[in-house]
């Protein structure tokens, strides 16, 4: 048992991953089965880069004492079929010569904590509610002593500007950069001077004047979420309806009654210059308003539960919580099936076209990995795997590709360049192109397993040869 204060041997093995995704995400791992099939240099990279997070469970099936024919495109195609019935997450990645590949195949991943680079901060200052409103209200910056008025919250110090902007200046929010402007200039005015008349040293109006940017922020429903609520998965509710769909209709009901067209408030706010109680008190004023608003949308979610016969608990309290604080970063990611890709009506030939315009587009490489399977169904092998055959096998190579190309009504030009590559790879696994996509491919896991981050949608190309990369609906 760990001594209080100090770290379980969990806690200093998995520090830095824990700050990725937390206890939860942790958990989701240890508790995952992963099973890797062909045990290549690629799948051995893509487990080691699993087991060294903490994986809980795997299962390794190498197609050794299968014949070549049986680990086609027919067997992908069949087991693909067979996991897409049955809501298991592909992921096929595989590496050929400099070239990388990785399809993901899932028909829906919801994502609550997606992690957005640049989350802006939910201040709600553009539309305070009673709580914060009050709370600013009670700030008297003209009749402070220097220590309170050097101490005061950034926050509340543009809250006070934004009222006095409102009655003087505009009923709207700086927008241009000449308001913004002249907003920050308002600030600077109230900025104690010394008897000299020269503005005191004040780090918190300096602050209040660097975060105007940020601080003056629309509240508004991100476009993706209006889209979540607007998802038939989330307006016809089904007692198959996972937590997810049931919270995404619980936030909306929220939205369209106790929020008043807003999202639950979040609860935090940043760190900043002020003094330890004034800074607990604005953070307080923000938690309680998180806490309310979650409550709101518990009750919405219990009554939702109930009318689909599904017990109150099947919701839990932490899933609820955090659901709320990341309402507004939700994401649901759905792929098109392997045989939606590979059959000739359902191929999204929009996609391939529009990226041709770039004669080296990586989706240059991803045409060029289906002429070699289209090789291997013909030749029983990959183009160029004997030396004495690369030559002889390049008029081959380019016969399956203008084959695959018309098949496909694809008038799109490939240079010879690339085929004669083709041959010269042999279907090697070099092992640092093999490492790289084993990193990519274990982290695309790992989101999907802990419903952290966002997946990319659908197919992923890696060209060894120009150090790019790029993701395609296909």
């Given at each position: 048992m760990a001594q209080p204060g100090r770290a379980s041997?969990?806690?200093?093995?998995?520090?830095?991953?824990?700050?990725?995704?937390?206890?939860?995400?942790?958990?989701?791992?240890?508790?995952?089965?992963?099973?890797?099939?062909?045990?290549?240099?690629?799948g051995t990279e893509i487990l080691k880069n699993l087991v060294l997070p903490g994986i809980g469970s795997f299962?390794?099936?190498?197609?050794?004492?299968?014949?070549?024919?049986?680990?086609?495109?027919?067997?992908?195609?069949?087991?693909?079929?067979?996991?897409?019935?049955?809501?298991?997450?592909?992921?096929?990645?595989?590496?050929?010569?400099?070239?990388?590949y990785m399809?993901?195949?899932?028909?829906?991943?919801?994502?609550?904590?997606?992690?957005?680079?640049?989350m802006l901060e939910d201040l709600r200052l553009d539309k305070p509610f009673p709580e914060l409103r009050e709370h600013v209200q009670s700030y008297d910056l003209d009749h402070m002593d220097k220590k309170d008025h050097s101490h005061t919250p950034w926050i509340v110090i543009v809250a006070k500007y934004l009222t006095k902007w409102f009655n003087e200046k505009s009923d709207q929010l700086p927008k241009s950069y000449?308001?913004?402007?002249?907003?920050?200039?308002?600030?600077?005015?109230?900025?104690?001077?010394?008897?000299?008349?020269t503005p005191e040293d004040e780090e918190n109006f300096e602050e209040a004047i660097k975060n105007v940017n940020t601080a003056l922020n629309t509240t508004e429903i991100p476009r993706c979420i209006v889209e979540i609520f607007n998802d038939d998965?989330?307006?016809?509710?089904?007692?198959?309806?996972?937590?997810?769909?049931?919270?995404?209709?619980?936030?909306?009901?929220?939205?369209?009654?106790e929020g008043q067209g807003s999202l639950p408030v979040r609860g935090t706010i940043p760190d900043m210059i002020a003094d330890s109680n004034k800074f607990i008190k604005l953070q307080n004023v923000y938690r309680e308003k998180a806490k309310r608003d979650?409550?709101?949308?518990?009750?919405?979610?219990?009554?939702?539960?109930?009318?689909?016969g599904k017990a109150p608990e099947s919701i839990s309290e932490r899933e609820l919580k955090l659901f709320c604080s990341n309402s507004a970063f939700l994401?649901?990611?759905?792929?098109?099936?392997?045989?939606?890709?590979?059959?000739?009506?359902?191929?999204?030939?929009?996609?391939?076209?529009?990226?041709?315009?770039?004669?080296?587009?990586?989706?240059?490489?991803?045409?060029?990995l289906r002429a070699v399977d289209r090789f291997y169904k013909q030749h029983g092998r990959y183009p160029g795997v004997y030396n004495y055959q690369v030559e002889d096998d390049i008029g081959k190579l380019k016969s399956c590709l203008t084959g695959f190309l018309q098949e496909h009504g694809l008038s799109v030009v490939v240079k010879d360049d690339y085929v004669h590559e083709f041959c010269r790879y042999g279907a090697?696994?070099?092992?640092?192109?093999?490492?790289?996509?084993?990193?990519?491919?274990?982290?695309?896991v790992i989101k999907v397993i802990t419903g952290q981050f966002v997946i990319f949608n659908n197919t992923y190309i890696y060209s060894g040869m120009s150090q790019t990369s790029a993701t395609f609906q296909l």
């Open positions: 041997l969990k806690e200093q093995r998995y520090d830095r991953q824990l700050r990725l995704w937390g206890d939860h995400g942790q958990e989701a791992l240890e508790s995952a089965h992963v099973c890797v099939i062909n045990a290549t240099a690629t299962t390794i099936v190498d197609g050794n004492l299968v014949s070549g024919e049986d680990v086609g495109n027919n067997t992908l195609l069949r087991l693909a079929e067979l996991l897409w019935n049955s809501n298991i997450p592909l992921l096929v990645c595989r590496t050929y010569g400099l070239v990388g399809r993901v195949i899932i028909k829906e991943h919801t994502v609550v904590e997606s992690h957005p680079d640049n000449k308001e913004k402007e002249a907003f920050r200039q308002l600030i600077r005015q109230g900025i104690l001077k010394n008897e000299n008349g998965c989330c307006i016809n509710l089904t007692e198959q309806s996972p937590s997810f769909w049931i919270l995404a209709r619980a936030v909306k009901e929220f939205v369209a009654n979650i409550a709101a949308v518990g009750n919405h979610a219990a009554k939702l539960l109930q009318s689909l994401r649901v990611v759905r792929c098109r099936s392997l045989s939606e890709e590979y059959g000739l009506n359902t191929f999204n030939k929009d996609e391939i076209i529009s990226h041709m315009d770039n004669p080296d587009s990586e989706l240059v490489l991803y045409l060029m090697a696994e070099p092992h640092a192109i093999a490492a790289f996509m084993g990193g990519a491919a274990a982290q695309e």
